[in-house]
């Protein structure tokens, strides 16, 4: 059926704005496969290429400004430039930028992760989020003596191996039992036997899927926000549930708080949803916007990095920029800002909740299927569905707009992620988050809405 949309008005729109974005991106595709370095900031005709950021604005390589809803996919929760951050960078980079030996800020990173995470006893830093998680199921399978893990369909962890899997899985009902679906070639097919796949929200298929591997699951890993299957939040009870079943089978709980973590509280999903993790990785707004990532966790857990009277540990972790003193500056600027700054989280999640709600009247004002979702100061919009728990009902949504949505906002002023998260930082006002409804309930009205009509 013919789109009442008129995305070769839109294309035009978004090249006459954005020209220099057009030539470099043809210019980058003759060295960087696809173009990019990173498959998430690739978007269609060609990813609008950014020169410069200040607190909730970009400006392209042409001078457009824009509104910022993205802020890099999470991990600047204070805004661009932060002064606080920039300065503390700043002020280490005249004092160099690796030593090859541990610095003082360091532990007083560690220290401030341990006062602000429960159960946090022990952290390990990394480079990045999927570091991360790539050790945090190396640490569960190496303290247990177990080789799998059972994740939830559609729960995206990394970009490692063992987490490249059932990201992007079929409906459960064609993919039966809980082997896991690979979401790259070059995977070896035996992951598809350690990692196995449940749904989320289903305590009854976790119960199965352990006592079906009992005494073999290292740990059950959690991305609280299942931020790659739009946002779907626990149901009530049902993260005690996790907990409660995985200990009851001998596995750890492990929580992958890589977006989560000092975005919903400086405690996490962990703190919000009153559940504690044995173990739980970080990243994104952990590094103020910096390459950084961490483990932490119970002690005696953790204590399989310790590095004997030989030098060895039962986990080796290496990296030549782990807790690199430019990225630790910010870092602690950051967690230092957010103490004195007790009411932060709660202004965030209160733009968050106006959006939702906005959002929500919205669509029943005009009659259109729409479901907010998320929590705190991540929001994500779905067309076409009235529920979301899990993976499949994910798959369900209506998205054939959300690429014309994306270029609607970009020539209205408004950067977000094509998948349709969006992102609120510490300068976002009431008025930004009622602007980004604005821009949403103008795209309904003058495209959705028409084509609505003439399917029916």
């Known amino acids: 059926m013919k789109t009442l949309i008129d995305t070769q008005a839109l294309l035009r729109l978004y090249e006459e704005r954005t020209p220099r974005s057009k030539q470099q991106y043809h210019a980058a595709r003759e060295l960087l496969p696809g173009g990019v370095s990173r498959n998430t900031v690739s978007r269609q005709p060609y990813p609008i290429y950014m020169q410069r950021g200040s607190g909730k604005h970009l400006w392209d390589l042409d ?30 980079l005249s004092r160099g930028f690796g030593y090859g030996a541990p610095t003082a800020g360091e532990l007083e990173a560690a220290r401030r992760v341990r006062a602000a995470y429960p159960g946090a006893e022990r952290v390990r830093f990394t480079n990045s989020g999927t570091e991360a998680t790539m050790y945090l199921l190396r640490a569960a399978r190496a303290f247990t003596g177990r080789e799998r893990i059972v994740k939830f369909q559609g729960a995206y962890h990394g970009s490692h191996d063992a987490a490249q899997l059932s990201v992007h899985p079929p409906m459960s009902s064609q993919e039966p039992g809980w082997h896991s679906v690979p979401d790259s070639e070059g995977l070896p097919t035996s992951l598809r036997d350690v990692v196995l796949a449940v749904p989320y929200n289903d305590p009854e298929a976790l119960e199965r899927c352990l006592a079906e591997y009992s005494g073999q699951v290292a740990g059950v890993i959690a991305d609280v926000s299942m931020n790659a299957s739009g946002l779907a939040q626990p149901r009530p009870g049902f993260l005690q549930a996790v907990a409660e079943l995985a200990h009851r089978h001998g596995a750890l709980l492990l929580f992958d708080e890589v977006v989560t973590g000092f975005r919903y509280a400086s405690g996490g999903a962990a703190e919000v ?15 103020a916007g910096m390459p950084l990532g961490a483990i932490a966790g119970r002690a005696d857990v953790m204590s399989v990095f310790d590095i004997d009277s030989r030098g060895v540990s039962r986990v080796p972790h290496a990296g030549t920029l782990n807790a690199n003193p430019l990225t630790l500056a910010g870092t602690l600027a950051f967690l230092e800002y957010t103490a004195e700054t007790p009411s932060l989280y709660t202004r965030l999640g209160a733009l968050g909740d106006l959006a939702r709600s906005e959002l929500a009247r919205l669509g029943e004002s005009l009659g259109v299927p729409l479901l907010a979702r998320g929590a705190k100061s991540m929001v994500q919009v779905h067309f076409g569905i009235t529920k979301l728990d899990d993976h499949d009902d994910f798959l369900r949504r209506d998205t054939r707009f959300r690429q014309h949505l994306y270029l609607y906002m970009a020539a209205h002023g408004i950067f977000a992620p094509v998948s349709g998260t969006w992102f609120i930082a510490e300068p976002h006002t009431e008025q930004d988050v009622l602007a980004l409804v604005r821009c949403v309930d103008t795209f309904l009205q003058e495209h959705y809405l028409p084509l609505l009509a003439q399917e029916r």
């Open 63 to 92: 001078g457009n400004e824009y509104l910022d809803f993205c802020m890099n996919y999470g991990p600047n929760l204070l805004g661009h430039s932060h002064p606080r951050i920039t300065a503390a960078v700043g002020e280490q």
């Open 273 to 287: 949803f009153g559940v504690q993790p044995d173990l739980a990785a970080f990243g994104k707004c952990l590094g």
